[in-house]
């Protein structure tokens, strides 16, 4: 038995080394990358700053000489962000500095965003990293198009989807100044965000990823951190996050912070589950609330998933190639797939979050003559009631170049009418699909119109 352990042991400890490595390697180019960022002006740090100039000697980021679709230098952006700051340039609104979160609750309000939306995450995957652990986690707050992210002691991390640019990102400085300093930022964010090397074009996303992490707040094992989607197991998600909500008996990583690298021989005995506050665990006081939802990380999730391939989707459409249609068609696919929930894992038993943030975000809703909406919630066996992605109700859906919105309206009504009886769309009951024409009937006119054509 002892010799069983050590050897698992060595095996970790090499382990441990790798991804120590891996860590100083990811450290190094992103410091790099910073460095040639704001030697060159990529990085705009000027108040209220909202569109940043293009430097004399040329573009600096790749995206421009190569992907000019996503032009991140010269295109003004058109998202919630930039109009707040556009606001604030005119005096039609303003940030009250209220310690100890700073201008945090002021902007959650300027920008319609919900405390109720709150999600902690623990593991040191920000720019930030030095300031986040298990004691000081970053907090994230989001509606349907923004996401905040509130550090201890930092600036606060901005994420908007621009419904023409995909993602964009700022920081807000944490100083009491009678004019706050937004930075619209550029490589520093993209340095983690900027996907273009592995899907194969200029496409930035959001990033939701699991991985055991340690007590300081660092991934302690490369080869256990994924990005997760709707397909992962919940067993295998929120590795790195504090979740509070009821799952009955499915597990999960949450919650879960690796001391020694023996206890990956004692993982399930570590999993902490079906909290109800997270008070005890750290001090929450200078956090909005005492939780990190499941039911928020569960919806936090999926939206950042269908918007990165509404972006890839935009992108493809946009860029003029010898196999653009086959290109479109292939996005189109994957982005149904997704928006239909196909291959989704299916809970074994309720789950149950914060009412607060379940009713923000009821209220948003669209409904039909029948007050259905694809925003209701199941929980029992699924996320919503109507798989049908809510997503679809979103500026940068309805933002789609016209051929490619139409190609995706087609391929749609083929899985929900019937034409398309596929395997890969079993699980969707003739109620499902009924109930989704009806609701896209209702409040997508331009649904109707594409299929009519």
Not at 110 to 139: H, K, W
Not at 381 to 401: G, K, T
Request: charged share 20%.
């Amino acid at each position: 038995m002892a010799s069983s352990t050590s050897s698992a042991a060595r095996a970790r400890v090499a382990s441990f080394g790798v991804a120590a490595l891996g860590a100083l390697v990811v450290l190094a180019a992103w410091q790099a990358t910073d460095d040639a960022a704001l030697g060159a002006v990529a990085r705009v740090r000027a108040p209220l700053g909202l569109a940043p100039t293009p430097p004399s000697a040329g573009p600096v980021l790749r995206y421009d000489a190569e992907y000019p679709t996503i032009p991140y230098l010269r295109a003004p952006r058109s998202d919630a962000v930039a109009a707040l700051i556009e606001r604030l340039g005119r005096g039609e609104a303003k940030l009250d500095y209220l310690p100890p979160r700073g201008y945090l609750d002021a902007l959650l309000a300027a920008l319609d965003i919900d405390p109720a939306s709150q999600i902690l995450v623990y593991s040191q995957t920000s720019l930030q990293s030095e300031l986040i652990g298990p004691r000081t986690p970053r907090a994230i707050y989001f509606n349907d198009d923004v996401y905040v992210a509130f550090v201890q002691q930092g600036p606060i991390e901005i994420a908007a989807l621009d419904p023409n640019l995909g993602p964009v990102f700022y920081l807000l400085d944490q100083n009491a100044v009678a004019r706050p300093k937004f930075s619209a930022e550029l490589a520093r964010c993209l340095s983690c965000h900027d996907s273009y090397s592995l899907s194969g074009g200029g496409v930035p996303r959001f990033i939701v990823g699991s991985g055991y992490t340690g007590t300081m707040g660092q991934l302690v094992s490369h080869e256990g951190w994924i990005l997760i989607t709707d397909r992962t197991p919940l067993k295998s998600r929120w590795g790195g996050w504090y979740v509070t909500g009821r799952h009955g008996d499915q597990v999960h990583l949450g919650n879960m912070v690796i001391k020694t690298l023996y206890d990956f021989d004692k993982l399930e005995e570590l999993r902490a589950g079906n909290r109800d506050t997270l008070d005890g665990l750290f001090d929450v006081t200078p956090y909005l609330t005492d939780k990190s939802d499941i039911v928020a990380l569960l919806v936090f999730q999926h939206q950042a998933d269908v918007q990165n391939l509404i972006t890839r989707l935009a992108y493809d459409a946009r860029t003029p190639a010898d196999d653009q249609a086959e290109l479109v068609a292939e996005t189109v696919e994957r982005l149904l797939r997704a928006m239909l929930f196909v291959d989704a894992v299916e809970y074994t038993a309720p789950i149950s979050g914060d009412s607060l943030f379940v009713e923000q975000f009821a209220r948003r809703a669209a409904r039909d003559p029948l007050g259905r909406s694809l925003r209701d919630l199941d929980l029992t066996r699924r996320l919503f009631r109507y798989p049908l992605s809510f997503v679809i109700h979103s500026p940068a859906f309805d933002a789609l170049p016209d051929a490619a919105q139409r190609a995706f309206y087609r391929r749609l009504n083929e899985v929900l009418g019937g034409t398309d009886t596929s395997e890969d769309f079993a699980h969707l009951t003739a109620e499902d699909r009924t109930a989704i024409l009806d609701i896209l009937t209702a409040i997508k006119p331009e649904f109707t119109v594409a299929v009519a054509d």
